[in-house]
């Protein structure tokens, strides 16, 4: 097996919202080379698509009324974080713990830093769809195969401080099967799965930043990852999760949160 | 602000047992250069330091042979967790969730792949003391600074594979605080801390795999750190976490587990 460096370049992009995914695609077509792996974050596809929301827009409902006192959060945020939200779990100051794509989310994904004062952004409405089609506007652009990740910064459970999460992928292999796989002593591996989208979107993040760095694409060279037409899901079910698994009985998730 | 490229260069490097921290710096400082940052796997440091444990050696108390039968674990591995976990949460079959350093953790860090059959090996028993003097030793061999991450692969909630997470770090400002940062509309940041730790322990995994592929070793170089002597907490208090927080009442934490 040749194992050789791997490249993290950054790409610097002020976005416009509504402009389409399309043009997100030209940017990133002048920069990628077959083989690559793009990484976008989920709030530069979401502007393209015009996730953008006027605060002042929305009416909150009676229970985003409540949330938002119970959790001092803006009513028209809570509303929207009602509306988006697969299942709401809980909260803290601030923060309201939801499902979303099957994923522990806070806030159902709804942002409302690096967007104008007043205006929250969204999640894209389907991931999975946009990262499908950037990757095909980006393939046809340079007539050649490439990954996309579409990412998001989140906070982990007990963890300091935000790292990266993948909401999407699309065209290569994101969960790195190993089974069968021998260790350094011939032994089969037991943690048989890789996700390689968490840890392009952490590594990613790296570069992306939080705050004006205006850096939401990076493209990935090096990696040696196989192309592909499948679909990955990157979360797995409550049940068969060792956390939720383990703390069983003490966490309760209504029907509508599984994944 | 300068963005440049990020290199992450993969080590190769058969680590024998009991060889000391020395062994492994000789190795990085071959390699690495001032102002790099060197992710080192949690195995490799505790092989280095003598983490291999025999597990015929071993004899199961009998709280160990109770969760060996509860959790389909052989009772000598039982035995091994109920020694190094601060604290056990729960468990599902083959796994125990424990706090160690303050950190979720699946059988307290201990594994059994890519160790010889019939032993099992341990975290580095002061991961922080470990990152501490290998910085040292590398930073006296090639007379520059670098970071140091001691780095493992862990399964999160609800997501589909391992990804890197960081154990211990040294030499580099591991969590950016980036509070008072203004955002892209000049407003300032809710997101403060970036966990720059668990970004750098992902990406290097995307080079260090999960079986024979011996890279232990994954120099990142090229990313603007601040080099500093001071020490980063990388977990927070379970009572301060969006996660338990939200979840408060549902999930009992001993007094053992305050990391």
Same mark, same amino acid.
């Given at each position: 097996m040749? *194992? ?5 370049? #950054?790409i610097?992009?002020?976005?416009? #919202? ?6 997100l695609a030209?940017? &990133? ?24 929301v ?12 409540r ?6 959060i803006p009513?028209e945020?809570?509303?929207l974080?009602?509306?988006e939200?697969?299942? *709401? ?9 939801t499902l ?13 830093? +690096?967007? #104008? ?5 969204l999640?894209? =409405? +389907? ?11 980006v ?10 990740v *579409? ?11 935000v790292?990266?999460?993948?909401i ?5 292999e994101?969960?790195k099967?190993?089974r ?7 032994k ?30 990076? &493209? ?8 592909? =037409?499948e679909k990955f ?25 599984? #994944?």
């Open positions: 040749h *194992i050789q460096k791997i490249e993290l370049i #950054p610097r992009y002020k976005v416009e #919202p509504n402009v389409g995914l399309s043009s030209n940017v &990133i077509a002048k920069y990628a080379k077959a083989g690559d792996i793009a990484v976008v974050s989920s709030k530069v596809v979401s502007y393209c698509e015009g996730g953008l006027k605060l002042a827009d929305i009416k909150p409902s009676n229970r985003a009324l949330l938002s006192k119970q959790y001092k009513p945020l809570a509303e974080i009602v509306r939200a697969d299942d *709401i779990l809980g909260g803290i100051e601030r923060f309201i713990l979303k794509f099957g994923m522990l989310c806070p806030n159902a994904g709804i942002d409302t830093s +690096n967007v #104008p004062e007043g205006y929250a952004i999640y894209p =409405e +389907n991931p999975q769809k946009s990262a499908d089609t950037l990757r095909n506007l393939e046809r652009r340079i007539d050649g195969r490439v990954g996309v *579409i990412s998001d910064s989140r906070i982990l459970p007990l963890r300091r401080g790292c990266g999460i993948a999407a992928t699309s065209g290569f994101a969960i099967d190993e069968g796989k021998p260790d350094l002593f011939g089969p591996l037991r943690n048989t799965m890789r996700n390689l989208a968490d840890m392009l979107a952490s590594a990613s993040q790296l570069l992306m930043g939080e705050a004006n760095e205006m850096i939401p694409i990076v &493209i990935v060279r090096g990696l040696n990852v196989r192309f592909t =037409e899901r990157l979360t797995v079910d409550p049940k068969k999760c060792l956390y939720w698994g383990s703390l069983n009985g003490k966490v309760c998730w209504s029907d509508k949160s599984k #994944p």
